[in-house]
Each structure stands twice: as C-alpha cells, then as structure tokens.
C-alpha cells in the first residue's frame, strides 16, 4: 500500500461524503477507491469511516486522522514544489573544485560571472591539484586539466591548454638551449607531481612523430606556479601549461623552449557524479563555464610570445 496515495483517496472521500463522488473526482473506479480506504483503515487498525448507504461521515479516530492527513498532504505539496523550482533556478551551496592555479586564474572570474546572475547561490571552493573524489567529498562539480579522473563521472569539455617548455634567459645564458627534446636529458628540469607523466615529458614533431624525453632534476613539487616561479629565477627548466608561464613569457622572465615541437594539448573539463536528477545549480553552472570559456582566450591553447 502507498500509504500517500491511500491519504489522498481517504481525504478525497471525506470531502465529497461519498466513496462514487472521490472515484469520479480522481479517475478511479470506486471499488479501488473502497480498498485504498479498507487498507489504511487495516493498517492503522482503526476505523476511519462510518459507512451508510446513504452517507460516508467521520468516526472520532477519523476526524483526528483527517486533520492531520490534510495537513501531512499539504506539506507534501509544498514541499514538491520548492523541489520542482530548485529544479528550474539554482538555490543553496555549489561545492566546487579545481586546481590551486586555474582556481585563482580562471574559476574565480567565471564564480564572479555566474553569482552576478544567481545572487542566491553560494559557492564552497575547495583549491587542490590532486584529483578528489566527488561522491566521497561531495564536490558537486570539479574542473580538472588532462585527465577526468574517473569513468564514474560526467565530464563536459570547456576547452584546452598547452604545455610549454620554458626557462629563464639567466638559465639559458648559463647552460645553453636544449635543441631537440631528447637533450632536456642533459638539463635540470623542474617535475610536476600531478603531470601526465612525472619524468616523462611527451612532444611531437613537425612530421607528427611522438618524441619522448626521460628528465630529471633537483626540485619537484605538487604546485605548477611555484615551479614556473623557481624556474623564472633560473632554476631550471619547467613544463607547465600556458595559463601558468603565459604572464612570465609575456614579462621576459621565462622562454619558451623547442618551438619546433608541440606537446599535447591538456584538455580542460568540467566534471560531475551524475546525469540522474541533475540540479539546476550544477546543470546551470556547467553550462556557464562551456559558454564562458568557449569565447575566452585567455585559456591560451597557443603557446605564448616572447617578447
């Protein structure tokens, strides 16, 4: 027994004093009408309804059930509603996570954008380059450069970024410009934790040729910026994507490297646990970014100009 639906037919029936009036009110025969009443009337073990042929009126346990049915219904009514419009307009707290970097470069702006449309949304940002666990940290939505982390989640491609090679021009002056990648062997070269590959770093030459380069070096972190800005004061090489190099590039304090060779792109998505019942917080928010970052340049999938 649907213990709901048994509400609505018993309050139905109380309201029109008649089991043939409910059954034509709510499409039903009045056989199914009587049972759902005979059913809850069981499983309360209480009469609800003194039953005449004339008349259908209220026992003294009825009246008290009754009462408290409209109001359970009603509460139900409401409470689907704000259900239906928290479906349809954002409400309540995103939890969203990114990278440290891209966090402060490109989701802030975009968080800005997007409270400027919704201002009763609230966002909790969490800044991390590892990948987390949506469902167990319940992030509703996380934006993730290269790898989506899990086949468990959706993802929605925003755009890419390249990796670039780079050194300072002190660093250069001193040990020289490596010419293919295979003499980044020879350079100290700064290793990312979360990469691809740590130690491996992957080009592909003007024939489209995949060439690979074994490095190594004596600084390794789990944060790109801090490696660009070790690199920038000349401590090596880095290769980090052009959202983070992109500003010393411009500056002259770091050099972009083998520009005959191109390392693959990183993609760059949004991802989340799940199509099923999808909120109008995350569905919006997701399809801001695409918008956003569609239009935007400033991902900068070229590598940039020295100066």
């Given at each position: 027994m649907?213990r709901?639906d048994?509400?609505?037919?018993f ?12 059954a034509?009110?709510l ?7 009587s049972?759902?009443?005979a059913?809850?009337?069981a ?6 309804l003194?039953?005449?042929t004339?008349?259908v009126t209220?026992t003294?346990a009825?009246?008290?059930f009754?009462?408290r049915?409209?109001q359970?219904l ?6 689907e509603n704000e259900?239906?419009?928290s479906?349809?307009l954002?409400r309540?707290?995103?939890k969203?996570?990114t ?7 490109h989701?802030?702006?975009?968080i800005?954008?997007?409270?400027e ?9 969490s800044l991390?380059?590892?990948v987390?666990?949506?469902v167990e940290?319940g ?6 450069i290269?790898?989506v982390?899990s086949d468990?989640?959706?993802a ?10 780079c050194?300072s021009?002190?660093?250069?002056a001193?040990?020289g410009a490596?010419?293919t990648p295979?003499?980044?062997?020879a350079?100290?070269c700064?290793?990312y ?13 003007r024939?489209?040729r995949e060439?690979?380069a074994?490095v190594?070096g004596?600084l390794?972190s789990n944060?790109g ?5 070790a690199?920038?004061?000349?401590a090596?090489i ?7 190099v ?6 002259g304090r ?9 390392a ?7 991802a ?5 019942h ?11 970014l695409?918008?956003r970052f569609?239009e935007s ?5 070229s590598?940039?100009?020295?100066p």
């Open positions: 649907d709901f048994a509400l609505r037919v309050t139905q029936v109380v309201e029109f004093g008649s089991f043939a009036r409910a034509e009110r499409r039903m025969s009045t056989s199914a009408v049972r759902h009443v059913e809850l009337e499983h309360l073990q209480n009469r609800l003194n039953r005449t004339r008349r209220l003294e009825g009246r008290a009754y009462d049915s409209v359970l009603q509460d139900l009514e409401e409470a259900a239906a419009r479906a349809r954002p309540g707290t995103l969203v996570s990278s440290v970097n891209f966090g402060v470069r989701t802030a702006p975009a800005t954008g997007f409270l449309r919704y201002p009763e949304l609230s966002f909790d940002i991390s380059d590892r987390v666990d949506l940290e992030v509703d939505v996380a934006i993730r290269g790898s982390g468990s989640v959706v929605r491609r925003l755009g890419e970024t390249q990796v670039v090679p050194a021009p002190e660093y250069l001193r040990r490596p010419r295979e003499e980044l062997a350079h100290n700064l290793t934790e979360y990469g691809p590959s740590r130690d491996l770093w992957r080009f592909v030459d024939d489209g060439r690979l074994r190594s004596n390794h944060n910026d801090l490696l660009a800005e690199a920038a004061q000349g090596g880095v290769y980090q994507p052009t959202f983070i992109g500003d010393a590039v411009r500056a770091l050099v972009p490297l083998l520009q005959d060779f191109q693959p792109p990183l993609p760059i998505y949004a989340y646990p799940s199509r099923k999808l909120s109008a917080k995350v569905r919006l928010f997701v399809d801001f695409v918008e569609a340049k400033d991902l900068l999938a590598p940039p100009a020295a």
